[in-house]
């Protein structure tokens, strides 16, 4: 479904990603860790298509999406939707407003239909009947599910998450790995999740990437990852402050 071969990307100098190797199989939830500042939401924008790369590709069930034209791209984009770390929510316009907004531009659909739509995928994130709240009146969990109804309003076969969890308490957590779980087990879709919440990740993933020094350095199911040998996955997992990863990166 995705393939990033030999992935580089840099900026003001700076190697972020370097030779990067990832395959996503479809429909399934494939998360990748590493500590703040090892490029997770670098990563997640590049595969998305949002940023393009220093080098390499990006390849999306057949097409390398790398050097297409932004024509070529606004094509695709609908196939893929991002869950944005903040929610990233438009302040200005109602919780309908937001999770119709691909659907008003990018659709020909009648009204009734995007209500109808609308409607179902509020349900589906557990917040029915919400349409005419601002986000401001929202706490910050009810903004990440109303971004990913956004997500999902146009029935994406690949989502995208930043940070889903960052921010939630224990029992939002849960309730947004579920739904992140629920995507694939009821609309069949490939996830790509960024985070470093240990927890949701073992719990929601078929498979778990560790990115490390612009790389991935593991690739594996959770069983296989906590098993593995790699003193930097290691310590990752065991959340230790001494071993071969310099911890203290930036956002
Ligand atoms: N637009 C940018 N300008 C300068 N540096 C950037 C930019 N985007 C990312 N970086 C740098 O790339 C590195 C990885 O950032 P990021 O992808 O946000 O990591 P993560 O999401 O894992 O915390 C950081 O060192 C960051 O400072
Ligand atoms: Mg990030």
Redesign the pocket.
């Known amino acids: 479904m995705i393939t990033v071969r030999n992935l580089s990307y840099s900026i003001d100098g700076k190697v972020v990603l370097e030779d990067l190797n990832l395959h996503v199989r479809q429909g399934e939830n494939v998360s990748i860790m590493g500590v703040s500042g090892s490029g997770?939401?670098t990563l997640l924008k590049v595969m998305s298509g949002l940023v393009r790369p220093s080098g390499g590709q990006v390849i999306i069930d057949h097409t390398d999406i790398t050097h297409l034209s932004e024509e070529e791209m606004d094509r695709i984009r609908p196939r893929m939707g991002v869950v944005f770390?903040y929610g990233a929510l438009f302040d200005s316009l109602t919780v309908y407003e937001n999770v119709a907004f691909g659907l008003t531009r990018r659709t020909q659909l009648k009204k009734q239909e995007i209500d109808s739509i609308v409607e179902e995928k509020l349900s589906l994130v557990g917040l029915p009947g919400t349409e005419y709240l601002m986000p401001s009146q929202l706490s910050g969990g009810m903004q990440k599910r109303v971004s990913l109804a956004r997500a999902i309003a146009v029935n994406p076969d690949i989502l995208f998450y930043?940070?889903p969890t960052s921010g939630l308490d224990p029992i939002m957590t849960t309730v947004i790995g579920d739904l992140i779980v629920d995507m694939r087990n009821k609309l069949g879709v490939t996830s790509v999740i960024?985070s470093h919440d240990l927890r949701s990740i073992f719990a929601t993933s078929d498979r778990i990437a560790m990115l490390c020094d612009g790389k991935i350095i593991a690739y594996g199911t959770p069983e296989e990852i906590k098993d593995t040998r790699d003193s930097r996955v290691r310590q990752f997992v065991e959340g230790r402050p001494e071993g071969p990863i310099r911890a203290g990166g930036g956002?």
């Open positions: 997770k939401t770390q930043d940070e960024v956002g």
